[in-house]
C-alpha cells in the first residue's frame, strides 16, 4: 500500500513538472523554467515562460519571457530576443542578448547585425526604440544607438548607406529628404545632384572647395565661375562698411557699384533685364506651382519640358501670380522656360515634381 502510494505521488510530481514545461524533439535539451519549452538539441530553456529553438540555443534563468532562436544563441533578460547564429561550434562562442526588452539579430557572429532597443526605460507605452546597424557599443562596451537609426561599420568596412533606384540607367531618381518634400538631396543621372531647400544652404566651420581637394579660403575654386545674367555679379566689403557690386558691362569692363549690404540691391534705380522678373514655387513641386512674374512685359509664354526636352505643356503668364497645373506626369526634373511672345529667352527653372 505504501509503495503504491509513493508511486502515484512520484507520477504526480512527474505530471506537475511536465504541465509546466516542455521538450519537444529532445537530444540533450532540458525545460527548467516554468511555462518554458525546449525544441531541438542541445538547448536549454531556463527562463520562466521562455523558448529556445535550434541547436544550442539557451534561455538563462533570469531570462523571463525570452526567446532564442538558431545554433549557438543566447538570451539572458527578461523579454530579450535573439535570432541567429554565434560562432562556430569549435570556437564555442554564442551571440548573446543580455539586454532586457531588445531584440538582437545577427548570424556567424557573437556581434549583431540588426538591434532594436527597448522603447524606454520606464513604463512609457508611447514611445518608441532605436535601431542599430552594426556593433554600436559605447566606452563600456554596452549597446548604446545614439541616434533613432545608428550605423556604424566594421573594422576595414566602409560605413555607406546606399539608395539605389530600381532603373539608375532608365532615368528614376534617388531621393533622401530631410524633415519634408521640400529639404532634401536628389541623384539624377542625366544631371547629377540636386540639392533642396525651402531657405538657404548654410555652411559652419571649414572650408568650401570645388575643384580642389584641400581648401586653402572659405571658397576655393579651381576653374571657371559664370554668372548668367550681366546684372548678377560679386560683393565685396570694404574697411569703411561701404558694399561694392562688381558687375561686367557688355564691353567686359568690370564695373563697381555701391549696394544695400543687406539686401545687395543697388544704391541706385537700375533698369530690369529681361532675366528678372520670374520666380517658380515651390521647389520640389507635387505637380502644381506658381509663377510669379514681376516685369515690364504685358505677358508671357511658358514652355514646361522634360530634362529630355520633351514638351509637357505651353502656358501663357500674365503680370502676377500665375498657377500651372501639369498633367499627370511621373516624379521627374523639369525645366520650366519662359519667352516673350517674340519668343526671346527670360528665364529658365529646374524644379522637381515629385508626386
Not at 506626369?329 to 529667352?345: F, H
Request: charged letters at 15%; aromatic letters at 8%.
Amino acid at each position: 500500500m505504501k509503495r503504491t502510494i509513493y508511486l502515484l505521488l512520484l507520477a504526480t510530481l512527474m505530471f506537475s513538472h511536465n504541465a509546466h514545461s516542455q521538450c519537444v524533439e529532445c537530444s540533450g535539451s532540458t525545460s527548467n523554467g516554468n511555462n518554458a519549452s525546449a525544441i531541438g538539441s542541445n538547448n536549454t530553456a531556463d527562463g520562466a515562460g521562455s523558448i529556445a529553438i535550434g541547436t544550442d540555443a539557451h534561455t538563462g534563468s533570469v531570462g523571463t519571457n525570452t526567446l532564442a532562436i538558431g545554433a549557438m544563441v543566447e538570451s539572458n533578460s527578461p523579454y530579450s530576443f535573439v535570432f541567429g547564429t554565434g560562432a562556430a561550434p569549435q570556437n564555442g562562442k554564442r551571440l548573446v542578448n543580455n539586454y532586457p526588452n531588445t531584440l538582437m539579430i545577427g548570424f556567424n557572429s557573437t556581434k549583431p547585425t540588426l538591434f532594436i532597443s527597448t522603447s524606454a526605460t520606464s513604463f512609457e507605452y508611447n514611445k518608441t526604440g532605436k535601431i542599430a546597424i552594426g556593433n554600436v557599443v559605447n566606452q563600456n562596451g554596452q549597446m548604446d544607438p545614439l541616434a533613432k537609426l545608428h550605423l556604424r561599420a566594421d573594422e576595414g568596412e566602409e560605413a555607406s548607406f546606399f539608395i539605389e533606384p530600381n532603373s539608375w540607367s532608365g532615368g528614376d531618381f534617388a531621393n533622401l529628404f530631410l524633415g519634408n518634400f521640400y529639404h532634401g538631396i536628389t541623384a539624377d543621372t542625366n544631371q547629377g545632384l540636386h540639392f533642396l531647400s525651402q531657405k538657404n544652404y548654410l555652411f559652419g566651420a571649414g572650408n568650401v572647395g570645388l575643384g580642389v581637394e584641400e581648401p586653402k579660403a572659405k571658397l576655393h575654386v579651381d576653374g571657371d565661375i559664370l554668372f548668367e545674367s550681366a546684372m548678377q555679379g560679386f560683393v565685396m566689403k570694404s574697411e569703411d562698411g561701404h558694399c561694392w557690386k562688381g558687375i561686367i558691362s557688355n564691353t567686359g569692363i568690370l564695373e563697381f557699384q555701391e549696394v544695400d549690404c543687406t539686401t545687395f540691391t543697388m544704391a541706385e534705380e537700375t533698369p530690369e533685364t529681361e532675366h528678372n522678373g520670374v520666380f517658380v514655387y515651390p521647389n520640389p513641386s507635387n505637380g502644381s506651382f506658381v509663377v510669379e512674374y514681376t516685369g515690364n512685359k504685358n505677358e508671357l509664354r511658358l514652355e514646361v519640358t522634360s530634362v529630355n526636352g520633351a514638351l509637357l505643356g505651353t502656358y501663357p503668364i500674365q503680370k502676377g501670380k500665375n498657377t500651372i497645373a501639369l498633367p499627370e506626369i511621373s516624379q521627374q526634373l523639369v525645366v520650366v522656360t519662359a519667352y516673350t511672345t517674340r519668343g526671346k529667352l527670360v528665364s529658365a527653372h529646374k524644379i522637381m515634381v515629385s508626386r
